[in-house]
C-alpha cells in the first residue's frame, strides 16, 4: 500500500498525466523517437527527427520549443524529459543502454524510460542515504531486479504549472531511490509534501503514465 494514505495508485497517476504535455499522435511518435534516438548517447539534431518522421523541420522544432528540452551550443537534442547523454547532464541516477550510460533527471524516469526505448536498461542510482545506492535491471515490459530487495521510491504530487516552469526544480529533486523502507521515511519527513512508493507501485505508475501518454503509438 502507498505510504501516503490520500495518495491511491490511480490517483497518483492521475496527477502525473495530468501535469504532463498533453501529446497528439504526432507528438507522440515524434517523443518515442527522440527518446530511442538519444540511447545511441549522441546529440540528436531536429533535422534528423524530420527525416525519420517524414516531416518537416518547422513542425518538429515547433514542437521542442513547448517540451523540457536541453540543446547543446549547436541547437542538437542532448536531453529531453526525463533522459540526457551523461556527459551533458551530471545526475545520480545513471543507465546504461546498449553500452551506451545516460543521466535520468530523476529515479522515477529510471522506471518508465525503458517500456519507451523497447530495450533492457541496467539503471545505478546513489540515494540521498550517505553512502547507499539503488541498482536496477529493467526490462521492457517488468522490473527484472533490484537490491537492495526493500529499496523505496520518494515521490511528490507535481504541480503543473510548476513542473512546466522547471520540472527539474519542482518536482526530479524530490524523487530519489533508497535501500530500505526506513532510511526513505527519515528522508521524506524532513521533505513536505514527499511521500514513498515500492519500486512496484511506482512501476505501476509509470506504466500508467505510458499508457496514458502515448496510447497507440507506444502500442
Not at 497528439?24 to 511518435?29: I, K, V
Not at 523540457?68 to 551550443?73: A, E, I, R, T
Request: with cysteine.
Amino acid at each position: 500500500m502507498v505510504t501516503n494514505p490520500k495518495a491511491d495508485l490511480k490517483s497518483v497517476t492521475a496527477s502525473i498525466v495530468g501535469a504532463l504535455p498533453k501529446l497528439d499522435l504526432f507528438e507522440q511518435r515524434l517523443s518515442l523517437e527522440l527518446y530511442r534516438l538519444l540511447t545511441a548517447g549522441q546529440p540528436v539534431h531536429p533535422s534528423l527527427l524530420a527525416e525519420r518522421l517524414g516531416d518537416s523541420a518547422e513542425t518538429v522544432s515547433h514542437a521542442l520549443e513547448r517540451w523540457p528540452v536541453l540543446f547543446d551550443s549547436q541547437e542538437r537534442v542532448v536531453g529531453y524529459c526525463g533522459l540526457s547523454i551523461a556527459a551533458f547532464y551530471k545526475s545520480p541516477h545513471r543507465l546504461l543502454v546498449d553500452g551506451q550510460t545516460l543521466s535520468a533527471w530523476c529515479a522515477w524516469d529510471t522506471l518508465f524510460l525503458p517500456q519507451l526505448f523497447g530495450k533492457k536498461t541496467a539503471v545505478q542510482s546513489t540515494s540521498p542515504t550517505p553512502g547507499a545506492s539503488v541498482s536496477l535491471l529493467m526490462l521492457p515490459d517488468k522490473v527484472g531486479h533490484v537490491e537492495p530487495i526493500d529499496a523505496q521510491m520518494s515521490f511528490l504530487l507535481p504541480d503543473a504549472e510548476a513542473i512546466q516552469k522547471n520540472i527539474v526544480s519542482a518536482f526530479c529533486h524530490f524523487v530519489h531511490f533508497f535501500p530500505t523502507r526506513r532510511s526513505g521515511e527519515v528522508w521524506v519527513a524532513q521533505h513536505p509534501g514527499t511521500f514513498l512508493l515500492s519500486i512496484d507501485e511506482a512501476y505501476e505508475v509509470a506504466s500508467g503514465k505510458n499508457r496514458a501518454q502515448y496510447g497507440a503509438a507506444l502500442r
